[in-house]
Every structure is written in C-alpha cells, then in structure tokens.
C-alpha cells in the first residue's frame, strides 16, 4: 500500500494561512488523496479529498502536484478550531478500500 | 442530526471482564468500521461491515468480535478484556467504500482495563 508522510507538527498564527504538506511519491494512478483532521476529544471529520485537480470547499483548498507525488492542504486563514491532528491518507479507487491513518501533523494555532 | 452515536463514553473493566460498545447510525449507511486510537498514535481498523449481516476483519482484529444484525447497528465486542486493550474506540460509517466517499465518526469510548 502506498504510504503518506506528514510533519509530526506544524505552527501557526491566528489569521494567517497554513500550508500542511504530505509526500506520497508511491502514488498509484487510482488513489485517491482524502484529509481528515481530528478536534482534541474528538473522532476525525472529512476535510476534502481530490485525484489531480485542486480542489477547493468551505473548510479549505487542496493543491496537487502535476507528478501527484506530493500535496498540500491549505487553510486560507487560520483560527484557533482549526488546532488538531490532520491526516492524510491514500484511499484506492475502484473497489473495497479501508482508510489508513498514519500519525499525522499536529497543527498548533498561535492567538 | 445525531449522526454516528457511540455508547457508552467512558467504560472501565478488570482483566477478564466482558464487554460489548455499541454504535448507531441514523444516516441509512451502508459501510460501519471500527477503530482503536492509542496515545500519540492514528487509527487502526479493527473490524468493519459493508451490509447487515455481514463482517470483515481489518488491521487488529484480534481479541474483538462484532455483528451488524440491523443496518443502523453494529456492536464491537469484547470477550476476555486484556489491558492491551485500553484504548480509544471510534465507530464510523459510510455510504460505501468508493474512491471518494467519506467516513462519520462518532465521538469515541475511552475504554481502560485494569
């Protein structure tokens, strides 16, 4: 299985954006690239997903590189909610696939 | 909307106690999982579902037991608790497994045994 690999932590400041990077050089064509991000106290919530386009939605923008082989989940300006674990994870298209959560990059927002 | 509801939240068991966690789904999901999060670490499936009636093993399933006998239900069960087994339990579900459908959490059990 193709594997992820994220900063254990990342800091930030209140209002500013923040740039979460994840390496996947073993990509396959099919997988898809999900982020999931985890409140303290909380079970993990969807944040955005994509194949090659970037992809944007209310809670944040992905940014694919054109060789896939690495992305980046951009929170436009950061609040202190936004303060958790997010995940990055490869989830293979076209048949039965189970999420695979690695450690993830735990983001602290600076007030 | 109570989305994905986990029971009970807190629980604490000697070694050898039985137990069963339940999950429930107001959703009409298809795919139900579960997870254990230990400290400092991301999550592991344990078992999952992908219909009533049916059960698959996943990462760490040993020690665990579960049954999906109604659709909205699915029930993680704990024969002979063992303190290796002190964990954060998360249940989740989907619509199914497709490329990019998404996971419901629940809230999570902090589960300790003794």
């Known amino acids: 299985d193709a594997k992820t690999t994220q900063p254990n932590s990342m800091e930030s400041n209140e209002e500013e954006p923040v740039h979460l990077p994840c390496n996947h050089s073993?990509?396959?064509?099919?997988?898809?690239i999900h982020w999931y991000r985890q409140l303290p106290s909380q079970g993990p919530e969807y944040v955005i997903h994509?194949?090659?386009s970037n992809v944007n939605n209310r809670m944040a923008s992905l940014a694919i590189a054109e060789d896939r082989k690495s992305s980046t989940l951009i929170l436009h300006r950061a609040t202190l909610r936004d303060a958790a674990v997010y995940y990055c994870?490869?989830?293979?298209?076209?048949?039965?696939?189970?999420?695979?959560f690695g450690q993830g990059t735990r983001l602290t927002i600076n007030p | 909307n109570a989305g994905v509801t986990q029971t009970p939240k807190f629980r604490v068991l000697k070694t050898g106690q039985s137990m069963t966690l339940l999950c429930a789904q107001d959703?009409?999901?298809?795919?139900m999982y579960w997870y254990r999060q230990d400290p400092g670490m991301g999550l592991r499936l344990i078992h999952y579902?992908?219909?009533?009636?049916?059960?698959a093993k996943g990462e760490v399933p040993d020690g665990y037991n579960v049954s999906r006998l109604k659709k909205q239900n699915f029930l993680l069960g704990l024969e002979s608790a063992a303190p290796s087994q002190t964990s954060v339990y998360f249940c989740a579900s989907s619509w199914k497994l497709g490329e990019g459908e998404k996971l419901f959490f629940g809230s999570g059990t902090q589960l300790s045994v003794l």
């Open positions: 994870i490869l989830r293979r298209g076209g048949g039965a696939q189970k999420l695979v």
């Open positions: 994509g194949l090659t």
């Open positions: 579902s992908v219909g009533e009636g049916t059960t």
């Open positions: 073993t990509i396959s064509g099919t997988d898809y």
């Open positions: 959703m009409n999901h298809e795919y």
